[in-house]
Nanobody, 119 residues
Framework: QVQLVESGGGLVQPGGSLKLSCAASGFIFSNYVMTWYRQAPGKERELVAAITTAGGRINYIESLKGRFTVSRDNAKNTVYLQMNSLKPEDTAVYYC????????????WGQGTQVTVSS
């Protein structure tokens, strides 16, 4: 069955970096758009970044441009989110998500990984 397993979260000081990974299985990874969402305490889940099947990157939050980079390794069935210059407001649970371009409303979700930015 489809599985998305995030890892790489943790506690980091402001200004630090983390690299999140999301390992996928159960579907043809290279055919799926991969996205990262996050949900901060008391807030709605928001779309952070996406990477298309062709490797095109889209950042959806203006304040994250230049700090967060999404990438994928189709040979490893893994999508990454490199997060630099982290700020306390980046604290959230980060989720990866997969969908086939022909069925954008049929999304698969991982369980999430906690990122806490604090001194």
């Amino acid at each position: 069955q489809v599985q998305l397993v995030e890892s790489g979260g943790g506690l980091v000081q402001p200004g630090g970096s983390l690299k999140l990974s999301c390992a996928a299985s159960g579907f043809i990874f290279s055919n799926y758009v991969m996205t990262w969402y996050r949900q901060a305490p008391g807030k709605e889940r928001e779309l952070v970044a996406a990477i298309t099947t062709a490797g095109g990157r889209i950042n959806y939050i203006e304040s994250l441009k230049g700090r967060f980079t999404v990438s994928r390794d189709n040979a490893k069935n893994t999508v990454y989110l490199q997060m630099n210059s982290l700020k306390p407001e980046d604290t959230a649970v980060y989720y990866c998500n997969a969908y086939h371009p022909s069925m954008p409303h049929n999304k698969y979700w991982g369980q999430g990984t906690q990122v806490t930015v604090s001194s």
